[in-house]
């Protein structure tokens, strides 16, 4: 789930004239045989139905009944208990804690991962070639991390004992951090975490937008530096103007992405994350299988996935106008 | 005014303007800072990979050191030997291979079909198709995982290599549909259409055109795959008991379970990301262009 689920239409593309022309008796053809395409469609429906969609209907049957150990292990329907789940979660006051603290996390990583992404390619555009060719590779080395080798090195550089980190700081002049323990104070873990995700967020970030630059024509830029434009203004009023179908979706997208963490905040805590360390995903997760409260768990994953419908909403919906789906 | 307009056109190819953007403002000591700033951040951006590699070639004494040294002195390969003695990790890695590849294949054999029909195809249901498609991309599929667990428990399909590569075929599978959706439409649909009039049938279009235009995408899909299935963990980790675990997997478990071996565990690491690392950077430029693709109009 980590890197990007992306369609790689652009480097085959190309085929934009083609749609256009001769549609109307392609059309009449094509639709004469509408088994055809079903048919081969099937298999993937299938599969989509059989893992994916009824898995999400059971997963809003099982919030409105009382699954636990017992229930699993004898096989029998569990009790049917309607809103008890949604009330007890509701009124929960962690619940709303983990809510906030999620919803907090994704803003602060998302606008940081995007304000560095943008700036960094924008810097792309302004250096030596080899410094390019080395960002890039940096870069991409960066992208090919699996999340949880990500997860695991930064385990070991916030070490408190023999972490490198603390090794660092504690060169500084009139800075003691010699068996600083970064996760006691939930604050600097957060901050360990967040580092993490934007660190991890900005190869995909940085080299879409720096794609997306390309498009912006050259003549508007030296028409406006011709004016007199500083930086900021043909920033302002040319470049994020041009870039904003792409910006948001690269926002959206990290939205979905950082709503849902799991692995860092999971492996950063060795697999059992505190309270203070809790997300909506790893409090369902931890729900479900740590205290066998399946119906509990599942009702979060409900209320997760309602808060995030919006978003994946206009996802979709963007991708439509954009006219990448046609 | 009249007059900077008028002169502006002739300036222009004495000045350097290799690209458009950044040339608003552009100094000398700015361009001096820019590449600084760039090679502080490539350096910020490769220390935690450089940390890793450094940590794996060292002996134990010189991994838990309270100075910790930024070249090994005594460069070693102990860690990755005792990486692959280690109990589960060569079975787990020969269990994520099996699970990796298992799902790969279904999902593209499955998801070329319905790529096919929605590439080439206008049909009644097609937008509703691609928008499940889309949508399921964005399903946390953590959210799913209580009742798949519980639905593959009762065919008894929990703690089976089977039931996972079920589930990653499934993972993988929308966006395969997807990519190889795009890498069809990139076909002109002339060649197709000349093939009919001399004669091919539907089928021959598919197996002497479609099927070798589409190569170079099977593979990078498939790659991408890999990747994706090769990186899962938590699934895996929820419905198998500890002998049918996969590599990722097995750096999560072996944090807990014995302290922290930081020199093995950052060698196992190295080997887990090796193939995933290769793979990516051989497909990146199909991976850049990303779920963005039509943001950006070539």
Same mark, same amino acid.
């Not at chain 1, 017992?70 to 009124?91: A, H, M, Q």
């Given at each position: 789930?980590?890197?990007?689920?992306?369609?790689?239409?652009?480097?085959?593309?190309?085929?934009?004239?083609?749609?256009?022309?001769?549609?109307?008796?392609?059309?009449?053809?094509?639709?004469?045989?509408?088994?055809?395409?079903?048919?081969?469609?099937?298999?993937?429906?299938?599969?989509?139905?059989?893992?994916?969609?009824?898995?999400?209907?059971? /997963?809003?049957?099982?919030?409105?009944?009382?699954?636990?150990?017992?229930?699993?292990?004898?096989?029998?329907?569990?009790?049917?208990?309607?809103?008890?789940?949604?009330? *007890?979660?509701?009124?929960?006051?962690?619940?709303?804690?983990?809510?906030?603290?999620?919803?907090?996390?994704?803003?602060?990583?998302?606008?940081?991962?995007?304000?560095?992404?943008?700036?960094?390619?924008?810097? /792309?555009?302004?250096?030596?070639?080899?410094?390019?060719?080395?960002?890039?590779?940096?870069?991409?080395?960066?992208?090919?991390?699996?999340? #949880?080798?990500?997860?695991?090195?930064?385990?070991?550089?916030?070490?408190?004992?023999?972490?490198?980190?603390?090794?660092?700081?504690?060169?500084?002049?009139?800075?003691?951090?010699?068996?600083?323990?970064?996760?006691?104070?939930?604050?600097?873990?957060?901050?360990?975490?967040?580092?993490?995700?934007?660190?991890?967020?900005?190869?995909?970030?940085?080299?879409?937008?720096?794609?997306?630059?390309?498009?912006?024509?050259?003549?508007?830029?030296?028409?406006?530096?011709?004016?007199?434009?500083?930086?900021?203004?043909?920033? *302002?009023?040319?470049?994020?103007?041009?870039?904003?179908?792409?910006?948001?979706?690269?926002?959206?997208?990290?939205?979905?992405?950082?709503?849902?963490?799991?692995?860092?905040?999971?492996?950063?805590?060795?697999?059992?994350?505190?309270?203070?360390?809790?997300?909506?995903?790893?409090?369902?997760?931890?729900?479900?299988?740590?205290?066998?409260?399946?119906?509990?768990?599942?009702?979060?994953?409900?209320?997760?996935?309602?808060?995030?419908?919006?978003? /994946?909403?206009?996802?979709? *919906?963007?991708?439509?106008?954009?006219?990448?789906?046609? | 005014?009249?007059?900077?307009?008028?002169?502006?056109?002739?300036?222009?190819? *004495?000045?350097?303007?290799?690209?458009?953007?950044?040339?608003?403002?552009?100094?000398?000591?700015?361009?001096?800072?820019?590449?600084?700033?760039?090679?502080?951040?490539?350096?910020?951006?490769?220390?935690?990979?450089?940390?890793?590699?450094?940590?794996?070639?060292?002996?134990?004494?010189?991994?838990?050191?309270?100075?910790?040294?930024?070249?090994?002195?005594?460069?070693?390969?102990?860690?990755?030997?005792?990486?692959?003695?280690?109990?589960?990790?060569?079975?787990?890695?020969?269990?994520?291979?099996?699970?990796?590849?298992?799902?790969?294949? =279904?999902?593209?054999?499955?998801?070329?079909?319905?790529?096919?029909?929605?590439?080439?195809?206008?049909?009644?249901?097609?937008?509703?198709?691609?928008?499940?498609?889309?949508?399921?991309?964005?399903?946390?599929?953590?959210?799913?995982?209580?009742?798949?667990?519980? /639905?593959?428990?009762?065919?008894?399909?929990?703690?089976?290599?089977? =039931?996972?590569?079920?589930?990653?075929?499934?993972?993988?599978?929308?966006?395969?549909?997807?990519?190889?959706?795009?890498?069809?439409?990139?076909?002109?649909?002339? #060649?197709?259409?000349?093939?009919?009039?001399?004669?091919?049938?539907?089928?021959?279009?598919?197996?002497?055109?479609?099927?070798?235009?589409?190569?170079?995408?099977?593979?990078?899909?498939?790659?991408?795959?890999?990747?994706?299935?090769?990186?899962?963990?938590?699934?895996?980790?929820?419905?198998?008991?500890?002998?049918?675990?996969?590599?990722?997997?097995?750096?999560?478990?072996?944090?807990?379970?014995?302290?922290?071996?930081?020199?093995?565990?950052?060698?196992?690491?190295?080997?887990?990301?090796?193939?995933?690392?290769?793979?990516?950077?051989?497909?990146?430029?199909?991976?850049?262009?990303?779920?963005?693709?039509?943001?950006?109009?070539?």
């Amino acid at each position: 789930m980590s890197v990007v689920e992306t369609p790689a239409t652009r480097r085959t593309g190309g085929s934009t004239p083609h749609r256009a022309s001769g549609r109307a008796t392609r059309t009449r053809r094509r639709r004469q045989g509408s088994g055809l395409p079903w048919l081969l469609s099937v298999p993937t429906l299938l599969l989509l139905a059989g893992l994916l969609g009824y898995p999400l209907v059971r /997963m809003v049957v099982l919030s409105f009944q009382n699954m636990r150990l017992r229930e699993l292990i004898s096989g029998r329907t569990p009790p049917w208990v309607g809103l008890d789940n949604y009330t *007890r979660v509701l009124s929960d006051s962690v619940f709303w804690t983990v809510v906030g603290r999620t919803v907090a996390f994704t803003a602060v990583a998302v606008i940081i991962s995007v304000v560095i992404g943008l700036a960094i390619a924008l810097l /792309m555009r302004r250096v030596a070639h080899g410094v390019r060719m080395l960002m890039i590779v940096a870069m991409m080395f960066v992208w090919a991390m699996p999340q #949880l080798v990500a997860a695991q090195a930064f385990r070991w550089i916030t070490d408190s004992d023999f972490g490198v980190l603390n090794y660092l700081l504690d060169m500084l002049p009139g800075v003691h951090y010699q068996n600083h323990s970064w996760f006691v104070n939930p604050w600097q873990g957060w901050s360990v975490i967040t580092t993490l995700v934007v660190w991890a967020g900005i190869p995909f970030l940085a080299i879409t937008l720096n794609a997306g630059l390309t498009q912006v024509p050259k003549e508007l830029i030296e028409a406006a530096t011709v004016d007199g434009a500083t930086f900021w203004q043909a920033l *302002r009023n040319i470049i994020l103007p041009i870039l904003k179908p792409l910006l948001t979706i690269v926002t959206t997208l990290s939205v979905i992405w950082d709503f849902g963490l799991f692995t860092q905040n999971w492996a950063l805590r060795d697999g059992h994350p505190e309270p203070e360390y809790q997300t909506l995903a790893t409090y369902s997760y931890t729900q479900a299988f740590g205290q066998s409260r399946y119906s509990l768990g599942s009702a979060i994953s409900v209320i997760t996935v309602l808060l995030m419908l919006g978003v /994946m909403a206009f996802y979709i *919906r963007q991708m439509f106008k954009i006219g990448e789906v046609d | 005014m009249v007059a900077t307009t008028a002169a502006a056109p002739a300036a222009r190819p *004495r000045r350097r303007v290799d690209d458009g953007v950044m040339t608003v403002g552009r100094s000398r000591a700015g361009t001096i800072a820019a590449n600084t700033i760039g090679v502080i951040f490539s350096l910020f951006m490769l220390f935690p990979v450089y940390w890793v590699l450094n940590t794996a070639f060292k002996p134990p004494t010189e991994v838990l050191a309270l100075t910790p040294t930024f070249v090994p002195t005594h460069p070693t390969f102990d860690n990755f030997l005792s990486a692959f003695k280690a109990q589960y990790f060569l079975q787990d890695m020969l269990n994520g291979l099996v699970v990796t590849l298992m799902a790969v294949a =279904g999902a593209l054999v499955v998801g070329f079909l319905a790529a096919l029909a929605i590439a080439r195809f206008k049909f009644f249901g097609r937008k509703g198709i691609i928008l499940v498609i889309l949508a399921v991309q964005l399903v946390p599929f953590i959210a799913l995982l209580i009742p798949l667990f519980l /639905m593959l428990q009762r065919v008894s399909l929990t703690d089976s290599l089977i =039931g996972v590569s079920i589930t990653y075929l499934v993972l993988i599978l929308p966006y395969t549909v997807w990519t190889l959706r795009g890498f069809i439409s990139g076909i002109p649909r002339e #060649l197709d259409e000349a093939a009919l009039i001399d004669g091919c049938t539907r089928g021959q279009v598919f197996w002497r055109i479609i099927l070798p235009l589409t190569g170079p995408g099977l593979v990078a899909t498939s790659v991408y795959g890999f990747i994706q299935a090769w990186n899962e963990f938590i699934i895996i980790n929820t419905l198998n008991s500890p002998a049918k675990q996969n590599l990722m997997a097995w750096l999560l478990q072996n944090q807990t379970t014995r302290g922290t071996a930081w020199g093995p565990l950052m060698a196992g690491a190295i080997i887990t990301s090796i193939p995933v690392v290769v793979f990516f950077l051989i497909i990146q430029r199909n991976i850049a262009t990303g779920l963005t693709a039509g943001a950006v109009k070539g």
